[in-house]
């Protein structure tokens, strides 16, 4: 009878019934509670929703609960992955920069902003161990994420898809602005692509509806951001997604008719501003941070001018090239890293990003027998991936949870998948 009850309970959680996720949910353990309530509080900021709840820093209290938790977890096992070592050692490179730093207090003030994402990435990998558990933390992460897509572009449609100058913004936190609300959407769509994939035969009509609408209304919100790097973004990811069946005569008329649609939507400023990319004030201005950038790395090559360090050496040694009152971030991930801790750094981030890469295609081909959620989940994280770079090449987001949370992610897929594929 157990047994039965337990293949049902299992059918039912593969449709996603909600009662059947609950009852996983409240069945797990503290770890996986805390943890899966720290990614509701950082993405859903309910506190800036309902004032009355902001009397605690919530995304705190969940992870030092997240630890706690994982700490009196009995025969805990260490999970291993190819990136851990290295998230320590690009650590390591930030702690020596922010000693040699232009103003090491600087340095030492903004570490927090480093480190947080470690311990976060070390909880997520060790309490997120199995498919169910795998399956709700993303759910959470699906969920968060279209509230503010479906929110967002309809107010874009209630407009009139209309241009303005400062697009769509998210809620108060790491999507506040354009740039880096358009960022979030080219990580989350295609993991909500991935789950559609995976649930489509499993779910009602009406959730595989609401999983369809993921992706598009993210796609929405990007073309809406007035973000011309996430614009970029998602027509490098959608090549990228399409690329070995785009001439295929049914997916090379689905392209073109989604690019045809996706530039008729665009408002007729922002197709301006495409147009314009490159000669417009705010475009030359991150020309010469990343021209400058690369002379601090030429000057300071082993590890840069220092960790959070490039505003105030940038003032003080090249304000003749400041075409706005003050200084600001690199607005490129790249630059920001090799400008900020030198070519140490540099070649540590890079390594990062193709241990990524490497890590989920290793993870989809170990469960490509079983078929499982992790078979769709490693070449969506890879998409993510690619978003994230692409739309970098014009923010300052290396410390946003972007590419931490996306390389937590490819490291629970990784052990997940090892584990299936036994």
């Not at 989604?258 to 530039?263: F, K, P, T």
């Not at 972007?402 to 490819?410: G, H, P, R, Y």
Request: glycine share 6%.
């Amino acid at each position: 009878m157990a047994s039965k009850r337990n293949q049902v309970s299992d059918e039912a959680f593969y449709r996603l019934e909600v009662k059947a996720l609950w009852r996983y949910f409240k069945s797990e353990t503290l770890a996986f509670w805390m943890i899966t309530l720290y990614l509701f509080a950082e993405y859903v900021r309910p506190q800036s929703i309902l004032p009355w709840l902001d009397f605690l820093p919530w995304a705190q209290v969940f992870l030092i609960g997240a630890m706690l938790g994982l700490f009196i977890e009995p025969k805990k096992k260490w999970v291993a992955s190819p990136i851990n070592k290295w998230l320590i050692i690009f650590f390591v490179v930030i702690l020596i920069s922010s000693y040699t730093a232009f103003i090491p207090e600087l340095a030492f003030k903004n570490l927090e902003k480093y480190y947080l994402w470690v311990i976060i990435y070390f909880l997520i990998i060790n309490i997120v161990t199995t498919e169910k558990r795998l399956i709700v933390f993303l759910s959470v992460f699906l969920i968060a994420s279209y509230k503010i897509s479906l929110s967002l572009s309809l107010t874009w449609a209630s407009r009139g898809f209309s241009f303005t100058s400062w697009g769509l913004k998210g809620p108060p936190g790491f999507f506040t602005n354009s740039g880096e609300l358009a960022i979030q959407m080219a990580v989350y769509w295609p993991i909500a692509l991935a789950f559609l994939f995976y649930f489509k035969n499993r779910v009602e009509p009406w959730k595989k509806w609401v999983l369809i609408s993921m992706p598009v209304t993210a796609a929405m919100v990007i073309l809406g951001s007035s973000s011309r790097g996430g614009q970029l973004s998602l027509l490098v990811q959608f090549i990228t997604r399409y690329a070995k069946h785009i001439f295929r005569p049914k997916i090379l008329v689905t392209v073109s008719t989604i690019l045809v649609i996706g530039w008729h939507l665009l408002p007729e400023e922002q197709k301006i501003r495409i147009e314009e990319s490159g000669e417009d004030k705010t475009s030359q201005q991150r020309l010469l941070y990343w021209a400058n950038g690369i002379e601090m790395a030429n000057r300071h090559p082993l590890f840069g001018v220092g960790y959070f360090n490039f505003i105030p050496y940038y003032e003080t040694y090249y304000r003749s090239d400041m075409l706005y009152g003050n200084a600001e971030l690199a607005h490129n991930i790249f630059v920001q890293v090799v400008a900020d801790l030198g070519y140490s750094g540099f070649i540590i981030y890079i390594y990062l990003i193709f241990l990524s890469f490497r890590t989920a295609i290793k993870a989809r081909r170990n469960s490509e027998a079983t078929q499982s959620i992790v078979f769709y989940l490693g070449p969506a994280t890879n998409i993510s991936l690619i978003g994230f770079i692409v739309a970098g090449q014009f923010v300052s987001v290396v410390y946003y949870p972007f590419f931490w949370i996306n390389l937590a992610m490819v490291s629970c897929i990784h052990h997940i998948g090892n584990k299936s594929s036994k």
